[in-house]
């Protein structure tokens, strides 16, 4: 097993010229222990030749300064060291490799990341469930006022309906009230004319309605007098394989003595032979008679069928 791999993983790295340290640190010592040593010795040589003496005289006299030892000579300094060899040049090492991660490492830092995607799954979850939530209480808030305001114009439109019904039903009451009170005022009217009238000489039948001294159209048999003068001057004689019964209609202007004076077909039956002898059956018949009250109206609209 390499170094590297036997080092704990979080030391410090090695220090790097640790023997010149070492080395000179010896050196230092070894010149201290020497100086110090040459000291002691020089000291203790000059203090054994040195006397004192004291002298005591009746007299106060001022001592002469005591006489020095000559001064021993200074030793030689001692001669430097040696200066340590240069040192040597530092090797470049590759980078070690970085050491493998250990299996317990990867399946902790497996396991840690997924109980954080987990728990980041449990969170995303929780937030998605409370989101959909919220919507469904606002929407279900959202329909709840909706049904309330449907009630609400539900009910304000059936007071309104129910209000419109009964002002119909008093306004059907009332009309039929008037038209009610309008008919029998018009009948009123017309007992009251119908009398006034008999009195004065009215021309109309028992059972005519109107109000006028006589009709203004021709009488119910008019038609039936002047189909019966025209026909005689018809000459048709296919009138009996004719299909059906299509009628011709013709207006007819009168002069005031009833004689024809213009004929023009207004209606065609369909069948121009039947258009052509009704035609000249009203040419040849020269005057229309009179209706039952003696009138002669200026123009008419005959009608005439090939068959009887």
């Known amino acids: 097993m390499s170094l590297a791999l036997d080092r704990p993983e979080f030391a410090p790295p090695p220090q790097r010229g640790t023997p010149r340290a070492v080395l000179l640190a010896l050196v230092a010592h070894a010149l201290l222990i020497a100086a110090l040593t040459w000291g002691v010795r020089w000291r203790s040589d000059a203090d054994e030749g040195a006397v004192d003496a004291e002298l005591w005289s009746s007299t106060v006299q001022q001592a002469a300064p005591r006489l020095s030892a000559p001064q021993a000579p200074t030793p030689a300094p001692a001669p430097p060291p ?18 493998a991660p250990r299996a317990p490492d990867i399946a902790l830092e497996r396991e840690k990341k ?11 979850l929780e937030r998605q469930q409370q989101q959909r939530k919220k919507e469904l209480e606002a929407k279900q808030r959202a329909e709840e006022e909706a049904e309330r305001k449907k009630a609400q114009q539900q009910k304000l439109a059936e007071q309104q309906k129910k209000q419109q019904q009964e002002a119909e039903a008093k306004q059907a009451e009332a009309k039929k009230q008037q038209e009610a009170a309008a008919k029998q005022a018009a009948a009123d009217r017309a007992a009251t004319l119908k009398r006034m009238q008999g009195l004065a000489g009215a021309s109309g039948s028992d059972d005519s309605k109107g109000t006028a001294m006589r009709s203004s159209g021709p009488s119910s048999g008019y038609a039936g007098r002047i189909a019966a003068a025209v026909r005689p001057n018809i000459t048709f004689p296919d009138a009996e394989t004719v299909n059906g019964n299509p009628a011709a209609e013709f207006e007819v202007n009168l002069a005031p003595d009833g004689t024809i004076v213009g004929v023009k077909l207004t209606k065609s039956s369909g069948l121009p032979s039947w258009d052509e002898a009704a035609e000249r059956g009203l040419h040849k018949t020269d005057k229309l008679p009179r209706d039952t009250d003696g009138r002669i109206f200026p123009s008419l609209i005959v009608s005439l069928r090939p068959k009887r």
């Open 82 to 99: 040696p200066a340590p060899p240069p040192p040597p040049a530092p090797q470049v090492k590759a980078p070690e490799p970085a050491p």
């Open 114 to 124: 997924l109980k954080e995607e987990k728990e980041q799954k449990e969170r995303e």
